[in-house]
């Protein structure tokens, strides 16, 4: 019985890496055919079916293929998914664990509704907030702008940053504070001194999320940017026309993709030593 478990586990793990794998296999594959090579048909050994080109990943950087140069579209990007991020920990961090250490209420409004506010933000389709968001940059003068960007981020990413840490600040002991304000240590003290450190692995967790929700956003990029600022995925979308670049999309996807892998490699080991224990539910 218990070989035909391990059997069965084994099986199930290697169709669903093979299933997880081949899209990317694919993209490679076809990142370094020509038009010829994708439509006369399914090939996957280069030299042997057909004959590799450098055309989808030059039409990247500027170079002959009819492409777009994604370098700065690449640096836009790491710049205002980065910076949304990080502001949003720092904010998401304050106010998570001030809705977990005290207790609020404003008539029949508590701590949990609160909660539920920040997440609630999350809900509500991207297309409702187009028009506000595109109005309120305008007033700013900041439309087609990395800051004006990254405002918006901060406040699609921050519901994120909030609702996570704060399940991850209520699974640390009260007594921690107060044996630190025992101590001497104001609550903003005991905050950044004692339930910091200790929340590293919450935070880790928190910018995870922020950053692949932030480096996937096309909706906002795309109506909120035009020639000044243009991020990854807009330039992506860009790479299409009147006859599809199987070649330059299969490359640029495996650019944009890299980030977040890298990201996943990264939490993964944290996973593994068990020091993410109780940072999720």
Same mark, same amino acid.
């Given at each position: 019985?218990?070989?035909?478990?391990?059997?069965?586990?084994?099986?199930? $793990?290697?169709?669903?890496?093979?299933?997880?794998?081949?899209?990317?296999?694919?993209?490679?594959?076809?990142?370094?055919?020509?038009?010829?090579?994708?439509? &006369?048909?399914?090939?996957?050994?280069?030299?042997?079916?057909?004959?590799?080109? @450098?055309?989808?990943?030059?039409? @990247?950087?500027?170079?002959?293929?009819?492409?777009?140069?994604?370098?700065?579209?690449?640096?836009?990007?790491?710049?205002?998914?980065?910076?949304?991020?990080?502001?949003?920990?720092?904010?998401?961090?304050?106010?998570?664990?001030?809705?977990?250490?005290?207790?609020?209420?404003?008539?029949?409004?508590?701590?949990?509704?609160?909660?539920?506010?920040?997440?609630?933000?999350?809900?509500?389709?991207?297309?409702?907030?187009?028009?506000?968001?595109?109005?309120?940059?305008?007033?700013?003068?900041?439309?087609? *702008?990395?800051?004006?960007? $990254?405002?918006?981020?901060?406040?699609?990413?921050?519901?994120?940053?909030?609702?996570?840490?704060?399940?991850?600040?209520?699974?640390?002991?009260?007594?921690?504070?107060?044996?630190?304000?025992?101590?001497?240590?104001?609550?903003?003290?005991?905050?950044?001194?004692?339930?910091?450190?200790? *929340?590293?692995?919450?935070?880790?967790?928190?910018?995870?999320?922020?950053?692949?929700?932030?480096?996937?956003?096309?909706?906002?990029?795309?109506?909120?940017?035009?020639?000044?600022?243009?991020?990854?995925?807009?330039?992506?979308?860009?790479?299409?026309?009147?006859?599809?670049?199987?070649?330059?999309?299969?490359?640029?996807?495996?650019?944009?993709?890299?980030?977040?892998?890298?990201?996943?490699?990264?939490?993964?080991?944290?996973? *593994?030593? &068990?020091?993410?224990?109780?940072?999720?539910?």
């Amino acid at each position: 019985m218990s070989r035909l478990y391990a059997l069965l586990k084994y099986l199930a $793990i290697t169709l669903w890496s093979i299933f997880v794998i081949t899209p990317f296999l694919w993209a490679l594959t076809t990142s370094f055919k020509t038009a010829n090579g994708v439509t &006369g048909g399914p090939t996957y050994i280069p030299w042997l079916q057909y004959e590799p080109s @450098l055309k989808g990943w030059r039409s @990247l950087f500027g170079g002959n293929g009819g492409g777009i140069d994604i370098v700065q579209p690449y640096i836009d990007s790491l710049i205002v998914t980065v910076s949304a991020s990080l502001i949003s920990i720092v904010l998401g961090s304050l106010a998570a664990y001030g809705l977990s250490r005290f207790t609020y209420r404003a008539g029949f409004v508590k701590n949990a509704d609160l909660i539920f506010f920040f997440i609630s933000q999350r809900i509500m389709p991207p297309i409702v907030l187009a028009i506000p968001f595109f109005l309120m940059l305008k007033w700013l003068e900041l439309l087609d *702008s990395k800051l004006g960007l $990254i405002l918006v981020y901060v406040a699609l990413l921050l519901p994120i940053a909030v609702w996570i840490m704060v399940d991850f600040f209520n699974n640390i002991p009260r007594q921690i504070d107060e044996m630190a304000m025992l101590d001497g240590c104001t609550p903003i003290q005991a905050f950044m001194r004692v339930i910091l450190p200790n *929340s590293v692995p919450g935070i880790i967790v928190a910018g995870m999320f922020c950053l692949i929700f932030g480096w996937n956003d096309f909706f906002f990029a795309f109506t909120l940017t035009f020639t000044d600022t243009q991020l990854l995925p807009v330039a992506v979308v860009a790479l299409n026309s009147s006859v599809t670049p199987w070649w330059s999309l299969s490359a640029s996807a495996l650019i944009s993709v890299a980030p977040l892998l890298l990201i996943a490699f990264v939490v993964e080991r944290f996973l *593994s030593h &068990g020091t993410l224990a109780g940072a999720i539910r």
